[in-house]
C-alpha cells in the first residue's frame, strides 16, 4: 500500500480549494457583477424611459440613476474581484474601475443602436464618477472594517 500524496503547499490556498468552494465563490462574487450588467443592458435597450413633469427634475433623475448604476457596478467589481484578497489593493481597485469605465463607454455606444436613444459622452463621464466614487467607497469601507 502507497502512503497518501501530501497536499502541494507549493500552490496559493485558493488553489488547493476543493472545485465545489472555488463554484460557489464565483458565483457569490461574480453573479452580482453580471446581474447588474445585464440590468444596465436592459435599462439602455429601452427605446423610452418614463419622464418626470419637470425638466429639470428629469435630467437630475436620469443623471443621478447613471451614477448610481456605475457606483454599484464599481462597488460588486470591487468586491468580486478582491474575492481572492482580504484587502482592495490599489491594483485591484484600478482593475474594477478599468472594467466599469470601459463598460460604461460601451453602454453608451450599445445606445447608437436603440432607436430613440443616442450615446453620450456626458453620461459615460457621469457613469465614470459613479464608478470613482464606487471604488472610493469599497476601499474605505474595507479600510474602516474591524478586523
Given at each position: 500500500?502507497?502512503?497518501?500524496?501530501?497536499?502541494?503547499?507549493?500552490?496559493?490556498?485558493?488553489?488547493?480549494e476543493?472545485?465545489?468552494?472555488?463554484?460557489?465563490?464565483?458565483?457569490?462574487?461574480?453573479?452580482?457583477?453580471?446581474?447588474?450588467?445585464?440590468?444596465?443592458?436592459?435599462?439602455?435597450?429601452?427605446?423610452?424611459?418614463?419622464?418626470?413633469?419637470?425638466?429639470?427634475?428629469?435630467?437630475?433623475i436620469?443623471?443621478?440613476?447613471?451614477?448610481?448604476?456605475?457606483?454599484?457596478?464599481?462597488?460588486?467589481?470591487?468586491?468580486?474581484?478582491s474575492?481572492?484578497?482580504?484587502?482592495?489593493?490599489?491594483?485591484?481597485?484600478?482593475?474594477?474601475?478599468?472594467?466599469?469605465?470601459?463598460?460604461?463607454?460601451?453602454?453608451?455606444?450599445?445606445q447608437?443602436?436603440?432607436?430613440?436613444?443616442?450615446?453620450?459622452?456626458?453620461?459615460?463621464?457621469?457613469?465614470?464618477?459613479?464608478?470613482?466614487?464606487?471604488?472610493?467607497?469599497?476601499?474605505?469601507?474595507?479600510?474602516?472594517?474591524?478586523?
Amino acid at each position: 500500500m502507497r502512503p497518501p500524496i501530501p497536499p502541494d503547499t507549493s500552490l496559493p490556498s485558493a488553489a488547493r480549494e476543493r472545485p465545489a468552494v472555488r463554484v460557489g465563490a464565483i458565483v457569490t462574487h461574480w453573479l452580482p457583477v453580471v446581474a447588474w450588467m445585464a440590468l444596465i443592458f436592459f435599462l439602455s435597450s429601452q427605446p423610452a424611459l418614463p419622464r418626470a413633469p419637470d425638466q429639470l427634475l428629469d435630467a437630475l433623475i436620469k443623471k443621478g440613476a447613471h451614477f448610481g448604476e456605475y457606483l454599484v457596478l464599481a462597488m460588486l467589481l470591487s468586491r468580486a474581484l478582491s474575492a481572492a484578497r482580504e484587502a482592495i489593493g490599489w491594483r485591484v481597485s484600478m482593475l474594477a474601475l478599468g472594467i466599469a469605465i470601459a463598460y460604461a463607454v460601451s453602454d453608451e455606444l450599445h445606445q447608437r443602436f436603440v432607436p430613440g436613444r443616442s450615446p453620450s459622452p456626458w453620461d459615460a463621464g457621469i457613469d465614470s464618477l459613479g464608478a470613482i466614487a464606487g471604488v472610493t467607497l469599497c476601499t474605505w469601507w474595507r479600510r474602516a472594517a474591524p478586523r
